[in-house]
């Protein structure tokens, strides 16, 4: 079953397991109100698929109401898939009178149905930690490198555009075969960030920049600036998993003279000739089969973790 957020990334997945999407609809009231309803679901393993990035809230309330709307129709097991998982920023208190959005979505989850998650590249590797149920990670780091190998160039060194993307950076560093470089980060506000220092060698070294997901592309348009005055190579490379895009981030982006964006499908995007877009499709299909078979999570294909 998918929701409308994830409605093509569902019927991917779908069709990967040789299955049709489960019947579903979503009614909107003149209020903004969501019903969703769905089909026959009585003794079911069903797995409701929906990221939750933009509009962010409407998004979660209605995989709210689909995983409460299984449970009553009486499934028998219930797994939120949520490949972009909205919040995961907010992973703890940065300052006092915050909230902790992560935790509280992730709770939200469980109480309306949720027996598990499937999560793919959380911006929070302590999501697993955050919730009462079991929360199976894959990642998209193989099927992103596979895309960046014929772009990337023997002299290339994979930046972590902020100090938190530094782990992934090893991730895809490894895949590349390449050096890791860092930036420097300070946020200033949602959509404006300062980059200071750079530590790595990026002279003549063409930049992949990676992060788990760009929202306004302030992030990157920052890291650039310092990579150029570190004299690397314009012919900059950037991917990353969740390709939230707000509108103007994939002008921003173009605008930096960026060769190539790689995102994957965990959300529809849209940003011209500049983007790829790889499909998780066949990985959340791998998870799905082999959950619904009861197989060892630690078969499925899962984050690899840092270290
Ligand atoms: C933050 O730590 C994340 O990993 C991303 O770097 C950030 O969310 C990207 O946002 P933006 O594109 O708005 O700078």
Known sequence: MAGTASRSLGCAVAAALDQQLAPGEVQWFPDGELRPTVGDVRGDDVFVVQSTGPPVNENIVELLLLLDACRRAGAQRITAVVPYFGYARQDRRSNPGDAIGARVVADALVSAGADRLVVVDPHCAQLEAMCSVPVETLTAVPVIAGALRPLAGETCVVVAPDLGAVKLAERYAKHLCAPVAVVRKTRVSGEAVRASELVGDVRSRQAVIIDDMISTGATIEAAQGVLAAGGALPDV??????????????????????????????????GGGLLQVCTVAPLLAEAIGRLREDRSPDELPTAELPG
């Open 237 to 270: 490379v950037v991917a990353a998993t969740h390709g939230v895009l707000v509108e103007g981030a994939a002008q921003r982006i173009s605008a930096l003279g960026v060769k190539r964006l790689v995102v994957t499908d965990t959300l529809s995007v849209s």
